[in-house]
DNA sequence: GCCTTTTTGTTCATATCATGTACCAGAAGA
DNA sequence: TCTTCTGGTACATGATATGAACAAAAAGGC
């Protein structure tokens, strides 16, 4: 059967800040945080908290199982990745 | 349209040696380099070895590519890897 | 077939850079 | 006040760059 946007526990996404929401499809998209400070405008620091909150909050141990986390949830496609 | 393995160039994949093979797939399911040694009763300091190898045959920057990259390719699926 | 050379694969190591962990704190706004 | 956003320090762990030893296989000439 076809993988759905997982239908939700308790939510995990809710308890993301809108900023964190903006920061997860970057980390699961590949992106190192330097990266992503560029994109946002932020401190390669700032993303890196960002980071480490997000990971925290959906109990998962490094930025690939963020990514595979965000595929499952559908909140990214990987035809927007750009690898390969 | 659905994703195919996606029909293939040169075929990156026959680059890798069978061994990088091995690895490959635990890389993209989010493993660190520790817990493939133990899964492949090698030292940590290998594990990483290979995945920098396998890396640079695929031209990609860091492990969160690869785990897209397996997944684009069919060679791990989602279902697979346990996160969430 | 036999010998040499080259290439490939597996393994482990050292050094440096990136990421992660554990905090703290100020500014802005609801 | 409470949350969010931002940046920071200090340290631990993980990842990347590079090198190298060793064995086996492949390639080629003789």
Redesign the interface.
């Known amino acids: 059967m076809a ?1 759905l946007p ?1 239908t939700h526990r308790p939510n ?1 996404l809710d308890q993301l800040s809108p900023r964190e929401r903006e920061i997860l499809p970057l ?4 992106k ?1 945080n330097r990266e992503i400070g560029r994109i946002l405008f932020i401190s390669e620091k700032t993303a890196k908290n960002y980071v480490t909150s997000i990971r925290k909050k ?1 109990g ?10 965000a ?3 559908g909140i990214i496609n ?2 927007d ?1 750009l ?2």
Chains 1, 2 share one sequence.
Request: proline share 0%; no cysteine.
């Open positions: 993988q997982s995990l980390v699961a998209q590949g190192d959906l998962l141990k490094n930025r690939t199982q963020i990514a595979l986390f595929l499952k949830e990987l035809d990745t690898v390969n």
